[in-house]
């Protein structure tokens, strides 16, 4: 038996050092003669052989060959399974862990039994944002935790804080997305907003509506009901 366990480890240690070493010499190699790439966070083999994925920035991926004399941005593409595997990495890199997100900075809508679950970073002043909001007024059953992500300008912020501020948040949301009714002037501790756009500078947000599901996955931009539906099922 110790004689099958002493080339099974002495091969396990060879296959690390070689990978450790590749991952070195891509590294190197791209930072002398790509300076301006951003810092690598990983290298890893993609699956498709000979071929690496250089990820940088959090979620942004690139491929490269063994010796990184070539770069390649772009999809890999899968196409006996016809998957897009570079679209897939990203949304799993991009995921967002739902239990952990500041729901007391949020504002929560009920429709149904509400037990499907959705967060949305909306700005109020984003017409993708109201054209959303007028299709899911369609999907049924589901709790939505608003969060006011007012990234447009000074009046998304007012707007944002009005909002936040009113007796009946959920209806001067509403009010104004679905029936064009400004809201009212109203202060208050408005904080949660200011913590929001922290928030989804922290998880790269860069634009609105952003729909975050319960098993962490996030779609940008207004999304049919058809789709909202699909997701939550």
Do not use: H
């Amino acid at each position: 038996m110790k004689r099958l366990l002493i080339p099974l480890i002495a091969g396990t240690v060879l296959l690390a050092s070689t990978a450790w070493s590749q991952e070195a010499t891509i590294r190197k190699n791209l930072a002398e003669r790509i300076p301006q790439l951003p810092q690598i966070d990983e290298v890893i083999k993609s699956p498709m052989p000979g071929l690496y994925e250089i990820r940088v920035n959090g979620n942004e991926i690139y491929y490269t060959d063994a010796d990184a004399n070539y770069l390649v941005q772009g999809n890999l593409i899968d196409t006996r399974q016809k998957r897009n595997l570079t679209e897939e990495r990203v949304e799993k890199l991009s995921a967002i862990d739902f239990g952990a997100l500041p729901l007391k900075d949020a504002f929560t809508m009920v429709r149904g039994n509400g037990k499907r679950k959705l967060a949305v970073f909306e700005d109020p002043n984003c017409g993708y944002c109201k054209r959303f909001e007028k299709d899911l007024q369609k999907v049924d059953n589901v709790t939505v935790y608003l969060f006011l992500y007012p990234i447009l300008g000074k009046d998304s912020v007012e707007k944002s804080k009005n909002i936040w501020c009113a007796k009946d948040k959920v209806k001067a949301w509403q009010d104004w997305m679905v029936r064009d009714v400004t809201p009212a002037a109203a202060s208050c501790d408005s904080a949660a907003i200011a913590r929001n756009v922290e928030l989804g500078r922290k998880f790269k947000i860069t634009g609105t509506p952003t729909l975050v599901f319960a098993d962490g996955s996030r779609v940008p931009g207004a999304v049919s009901a058809d789709q909202v539906e699909k997701r939550l099922n």
